[in-house]
Every structure is written in structure tokens, then in C-alpha cells.
């Protein structure tokens, strides 16, 4: 099996997208891009390998041939098993979906930094916090 289609049914069970909400599924954020640019694509490969040993182990069946829910399935059955990479993956995932203009107009998320301008903060008086400066530096035992 190609490794889009398995990190494709991978993101779509971490970040399963809502058509009639109009929240975008994990799939569409291209992760595999971003795994590149971050030098993690091998993560996913071995979690793959980790999956398709599964496969072979339990139920003796070729990984290219079997279907997307059987994968699916499978990896639901093994997330314990795997559960630190499965983790991992899901963090990277997590940071991309964020990091998608698009996922973030669907979620009604602000798109734009606050900066050049950003965030003002009045002038005061910082005459107030004078008897704290002066109070000096406490130590507690």
C-alpha cells in the first residue's frame, strides 16, 4: 500500500471531518508535505510497517490487498500497542491542521497574527509598581 493512502485513512481517524458542518477531514490538510518539511516522514513509515506486521501476525493477509477498513480496523485495535508513536503522529497532525488557512476559516478561527500592530496595551502609570522595585528581591526558605 502507498504510504498517502495509509497516512489519508491515519489522519482522517485522528481528525475525522464533519461535511454537514463544514469541518475539513485530516486528509485534506496535506500532511505528507508537512511530515517532509519536518523531517518526520519516516515516523509514519514505520508506524505503517508496525501495522502491516500486525496484519501478517494476526491475520496472515498481504497489506496491499486489503481494504481501507480492514486498515482502519486495525488500526484502532493496536492503538495501545502503539500508543507513543500513534501519539506522536497525532501531535504533527494536530500542528499542520492548525496551521491550514483553510481548516482554520472552516473552524471560524482568526487566520491572520495579530502582529504587525499587535496586541495594544495602554499607557499607565508604572510609578505604582515603585514600592515593589524598591522592596527588593525575596527570598523564601
Do not use: W
Not at 70 to 78: D, E, F, G, S
Amino acid at each position: 500500500m502507498k504510504l498517502e493512502k495509509f497516512v489519508n485513512i491515519l489522519s482522517n481517524i485522528i481528525i475525522p471531518g464533519d461535511k454537514n458542518k463544514g469541518i475539513i477531514y485530516g486528509s485534506e490538510v496535506n500532511f505528507i508535505n508537512f511530515l517532509e518539511k519536518n523531517n518526520k516522514l519516516t515516523l509514519v513509515y514505520d508506524y505503517q510497517k508496525e501495522i502491516e506486521n500486525s496484519l501478517k501476525d494476526d491475520k496472515n493477509l498481504d497489506f496491499n490487498s486489503i481494504s481501507d477498513e480492514v486498515i482502519h480496523n486495525t488500526i484502532l485495535k493496536t492503538k495501545r500497542k502503539n500508543f507513543r508513536i500513534l501519539n506522536e503522529i497525532a501531535v504533527l497532525l494536530c500542528e499542520c491542521y492548525y496551521s491550514n488557512i483553510n481548516a482554520l476559516e472552516k473552524l471560524s478561527l482568526p487566520t491572520k497574527p495579530p502582529f504587525p500592530d499587535g496586541n495594544y496595551i495602554q499607557d499607565f502609570d508604572l510609578s505604582i509598581l515603585e514600592v515593589v522595585f524598591n522592596r527588593g528581591r525575596i527570598y523564601k526558605k
